[in-house]
Structure formats: C-alpha cells, structure tokens
T-cell receptor
Framework: DAGVIQSPRHEVTEMGQEVTLRCKPISGHDYLFWYRQTMMRGLELLIYFNNNVPIDDSGMPEDRFSAKMPNASFSTLKIQPSEPRDSAVYFC??????????????FGNGTRLTVT | GQNIDQPTEMTATEGAIVQINCTYQTSGFNGLFWYQQHAGEAPTFLSYNVLDGLEEKGRFSSFLSRSKGYSYLLLKELQMKDSASYLCAVREVGKLIFGTGTRLQVFP
C-alpha cells in the first residue's frame, strides 16, 4: 500500500490567496483526519470524517477553513483567504476502525504551508 | 476540557534508559497512543494501551494507569536514531488528541 498521500508537499502563497490541500487516505480506511502542526501549539486536530461524513469540526479555527470528503479516496482542506498565521505543516491521517478504536492513525508526509 | 501534559525536552546518553511521562485529563478515553516523530517527518505509531499495565515491544515499552491519568514510554538501550519527538495521544471515541510532545536528544 502506498500509504496516505498528500499534495502538494510545499506551498508558498501570498496573504489573501486561496489554498487547497489534498489527501488520499489508505484504501479501506474509514476515518480521515486533518491536523495542523506548529512549534507553539503542537499537533492540533482540525476536523475528522467517518465514512466520508464530517463528525467533529470543532478544531477548525474559523470560517476561512473548510474541508470536504466527496468520496472514500479523496479529501480537501481549503483556506480562503489565507493569512500569515496559517503558516504550519498540515497533516492528513487515516485509520480503520468501525467501533474498535485501537487502530493507529497513519499519517501522510504533510504539506508545509507558508503564507507571506 | 482536554489536557495532555508531557515534558518539553529530555536528554540522554547512548545505551541508557529513558522514561517519558504523560499525564492526561480528557472527557472520554478509548486508549492511549505513543508516536515518534523525527524532525521534518510525519509521526509514526509506536504503541497503544487501553488497559492498565505494561506493554512491551522490543526496546520500547509503554505503561498505563487509567485511575491516575498517567502513562509513560520507556526506551531502553538508547541509540542515536532515537533522537526525535515523542507524542502522547488520547483517543476520545473517534478522535485522537495529541500532547505537545517531548523532544529527546541522545548524545554519544
């Protein structure tokens, strides 16, 4: 299996621009997570999906952030408009589960976002 | 609310043993995970505990006490490649909440 695939690996954009991050989870996994990592705040959960349905988006910082999962093999995280404080590494992760929560999350390699 | 605490940094010598502690207060509990993250890379899974006690996996062991809201990761026979951040994370139903991580530096 190729693992969780994220694109792009690096994104540099100017303040005010729209940014779209993409994720392909591991085939057969029914949970998908978006995290943001910074030195100050560590790994923060933004949103997670179960069977393509958003379950908890309480970590999404504000209305500028949105996430979708149109099918089991693709998800996007969009920031519009972007701001310098959004600069971070964004990780996507997936896991199998059903009602068993012992399945570990598998992380993609992340997207390093820099907003100037 | 949710609170997961770990020491920010630790140092140790090659060949030694180090224990990284984690305390947590969360509204739900479906298990505790430890992850390793090398600089510039993604976190990778190390261990999972859901029942009290010690789980051993090679040079790494993880301990859980649910009544105390406490876990530790024990690394034996430290190697230079063990220099990394170690993240404690609690699963609350579907979601996994991470602590800020402990950066471990191993010196020769």
């Amino acid at each position: 299996d190729a693992g969780v695939i994220q694109s792009p690996r690096h994104e540099v954009t100017e303040m005010g621009q729209e940014v779209t991050l993409r994720c392909k989870p591991i085939s057969g996994h029914d949970y998908l997570f978006w995290y943001r990592q910074t030195m100050m705040r560590g790994l923060e959960l933004l949103i997670y999906f179960n069977n393509n349905v958003p379950i908890d988006d309480s970590g999404m910082p504000e209305d500028r952030f949105s996430a979708k999962m149109p099918n089991a093999s693709f998800s996007t995280l969009k920031i519009q408009p972007s701001e310098p404080r959004d600069s971070a590494v964004y990780f996507c992760a997936s896991s199998s589960g059903g009602h068993s929560y012992n399945s570990p999350l598998h992380f993609g390699n992340g997207t390093r976002l820099t907003v100037t | 609310g949710q609170n997961i605490d770990q020491p920010t940094e630790m140092t140790a010598t090659e060949g030694a043993i180090v224990q990284i502690n984690c305390t947590y207060q969360t509204s739900g509990f479906n298990g505790l995970f430890w992850y390793q993250q090398h600089a510039g890379e993604a976190p990778t899974f190390l261990s999972y505990n859901v029942l009290d006690g010690l789980e051993e996996k090679g040079r790494f062991s993880s301990f859980l006490s649910r009544s105390k809201g406490y876990s530790y990761l024990l690394l034996k026979e430290l190697q230079m490649k063990d220099s990394a951040s170690y993240l404690c994370a609690v699963r609350e139903v579907g979601k996994l909440i991470f602590g800020t991580g402990t950066r471990l530096q191993v010196f020769p």
